[in-house]
T-cell receptor
Framework: AQTVTQSQPEMSVQEAETVTLSCTYD???????LFWYKQPPSRQMILVIR??????QNATENRFSVNFQKAAKSFSLKISDSQLGDAAMYFC??????????FGKGTTLSVSS | GAGVSQSPRYKVAKRGQDVALRCDPI?????LFWYQQALGQGPEFLTY????????KSGLPSDRFFAERPEGSVSTLKIQRTQQEDSAVYLC??????????????FGPGTRLTVL
């Protein structure tokens, strides 16, 4: 069975600072994809960043980057220069091509000015 | 272009009523997924379509749940004889194709179902 674990229910960060959200996963598949999604309060889930397991290079999208450690089955998200608009629930997710996403329980990120 | 849309956004049902939730995927998207999200939790898979074919319905919690996508575009999730435990947000997601980079799933705003 595939699982995704987010061990930090809540995190907080000050504006302009950097924060890292943790995610570990378990899968027996060799080819898979990892995602971070953001879900603001009462708003829809949007994709933050995506990583293909066969790629060794860590994905980056502007202020968002990941630290993908395949052997350790770890996939953390780093948010640099945090902004008030980054406040949301963040979900780590895993799938194989054409299959449903397996989500973690989420981390609620609060950003203070 | 337009994203995934869902209607209604909010639905209140009395226990025992039937409800129908609609999902309009992004135009041209082949794959469509339904997820159920309980309050404060991550979404959980319900069912998956590729075009009009329902390829996986292993996540449907009971035979009261039924989904269809008859013409390979709009999908409807129907819940019969609703129970209080059915209260949740129902999310729909679509992806362009199955496999490869275009496999990224894009989510709709969800339908919040409350069963009294």
């Amino acid at each position: 069975a595939q699982t995704v674990t987010q061990s930090q229910p809540e995190m907080s960060v000050q504006e302009a600072e950097t924060v890292t959200l943790s995610c570990t996963y378990d899968t027996s598949e060799s080819d898979y994809y990892l995602f971070w999604y953001k879900q603001p309060p009462s708003r829809q889930m949007i994709l933050v960043i995506r990583q293909e397991a066969y790629k060794q290079q860590n994905a980056t999208e502007n202020r968002f980057s990941v630290n993908f450690q395949k052997a350790a089955k770890s996939f953390s998200l780093k948010i640099s220069d945090s902004q008030l608009g980054d406040a949301a629930m963040y979900f780590c997710a895993l799938n194989q091509a054409g299959t449903a996403l397996i989500f973690g329980k989420g981390t609620t990120l609060s950003v203070s000015s | 272009g337009a994203g995934v849309s869902q209607s209604p956004r909010y639905k209140v049902a009395k226990r025992g009523q039937d409800v129908a939730l609609r999902c309009d995927p992004i135009s041209g998207h082949v794959s469509l997924f339904w997820y159920q999200q309980a309050l404060g939790q991550g979404p959980e898979f319900l069912t998956y379509f590729q075009n009009e074919a329902q390829l996986d319905k292993s996540g449907l919690p009971s035979d009261r749940f039924f989904a269809e996508r008859p013409e390979g575009s709009v999908s409807t999730l129907k819940i019969q004889r609703t129970q209080q435990e059915d209260s949740a947000v129902y999310l729909c997601a679509s992806s362009l194709v199955s496999g490869g980079h275009a496999d990224t799933q894009y989510f709709g705003p969800g339908t919040r179902l409350t069963v009294l």
